[in-house]
């Protein structure tokens, strides 16, 4: 029998934590609840989580900051809450690497599909690109492993990767030199079913993407934008089976 996913919650509104450790518990999930960044430290030194589900606003250091440090190491999906709906508040919890945005006041319901769909996209890659025999890619000197999802540079830099990240690299590599249009990036990304959270939260993924490989965006960049089009990821690309 598999082990229930473990869901870490970060909240500092006390009834917030209840009701989603009591509706995630009730509905299959393994669940820890805490206040603040420095308890999100010492649970994930305790035990393995699958995903975080984390406000934007917590005392002391806030979830940006905490979002951004665990980008550093870890590609743990990241959902993010916040009271605040401004769409700059929104851009800067995705550009810091959440994986998804739910402003609130929320329906439980509507967060519990989010984390179901997060998770999955986190475990699995779009069945239409068909990389399960591609064991390594290569590109401008750059190697994606597709099992450890480890991105190294040409010096053997290893460069961490989010899970949306690793999922908009593959599609580009499956792709190469083809322009892929925003609604076409969106399908490949969240299926047909799901819709982008915001207008600009794709272009926002894109770019995050672009500043791990390195690319300033000039002529020769990696990923070129294509006027009125999209984007087309313009380096040839090997693949190893």
Same mark, same amino acid.
């Given at each position: 029998?598999?082990?229930?996913?473990?869901?870490?919650?970060?909240?500092?509104?006390?009834?917030?934590?209840?009701?989603?450790?009591?509706?995630?518990?009730?509905?299959?999930?393994?669940?820890?609840?805490?206040?603040?960044?420095?308890?999100?430290?010492?649970?994930?030194?305790?035990?393995?989580?699958?995903?975080?589900?984390?406000?934007?606003?917590?005392?002391?250091?806030?979830?940006?900051?905490?979002?951004?440090?665990?980008?550093?190491?870890?590609?743990?999906?990241?959902?993010?809450?916040?009271?605040?709906?401004?769409?700059?508040?929104?851009?800067?919890?995705?550009?810091?690497?959440?994986?998804?945005?739910?402003?609130?006041?929320?329906?439980?319901? @509507? %967060? /519990?599909?989010?984390?179901?769909?997060? #998770?999955?996209?986190? *475990? $699995? &890659?779009?069945?239409?690109?068909?990389?399960?025999?591609?064991?390594?890619?290569?590109?401008?000197?750059?190697?994606?492993?597709?099992?450890?999802?480890?991105?190294?540079?040409?010096?053997?830099?290893?460069?961490?990767?989010?899970?949306?990240?690793?999922?908009?690299?593959?599609?580009?590599?499956?792709?190469?030199?083809?322009?892929?249009?925003?609604?076409?990036?969106? @399908? %490949? /990304?969240?299926?047909?079913?799901?819709? #982008?959270?915001?207008? *600009? $939260? &794709?272009?926002?993924?894109?770019?995050?993407?672009?500043?791990?490989?390195?690319?300033?965006?000039?002529?020769?960049?990696?990923?070129?934008?294509?006027?009125?089009?999209?984007?087309?990821?313009?380096?040839?690309?090997?693949?190893?089976?």
């Amino acid at each position: 029998m598999s082990t229930a996913d473990n869901i870490l919650v970060v909240d500092d509104d006390s009834e917030i934590r209840t009701l989603l450790q009591e509706y995630l518990t009730r509905h299959g999930y393994r669940v820890t609840a805490v206040a603040d960044g420095p308890a999100m430290q010492q649970a994930m030194e305790d035990a393995r989580f699958d995903l975080v589900v984390m406000d934007l606003m917590l005392p002391g250091e806030d979830g940006i900051s905490l979002c951004r440090k665990l980008r550093a190491h870890s590609n743990l999906p990241v959902i993010m809450l916040t009271a605040r709906g401004e769409q700059g508040d929104r851009i800067a919890g995705l550009e810091t690497g959440a994986d998804d945005y739910l402003p609130k006041p929320f329906n439980p319901r @509507e %967060l /519990l599909a989010r984390i179901k769909s997060v #998770l999955r996209r986190a *475990r $699995s &890659l779009p069945q239409n690109l068909e990389l399960e025999d591609v064991r390594l890619f290569r590109f401008g000197g750059w190697r994606l492993a597709t099992a450890t999802r480890q991105l190294q540079t040409a010096e053997g830099v290893a460069v961490p990767l989010s899970g949306a990240e690793y999922r908009l690299l593959s599609i580009f590599l499956r792709y190469p030199g083809t322009v892929l249009s925003r609604d076409r990036l969106t @399908e %490949l /990304l969240r299926g047909r079913e799901h819709k #982008l959270p915001f207008d *600009r $939260s &794709l272009d926002v993924q894109v770019s995050r993407l672009r500043q791990r490989l390195r690319d300033d965006g000039r002529g020769s960049g990696v990923i070129r934008a294509v006027r009125g089009q999209g984007y087309v990821f313009a380096l040839p690309v090997e693949v190893e089976r």
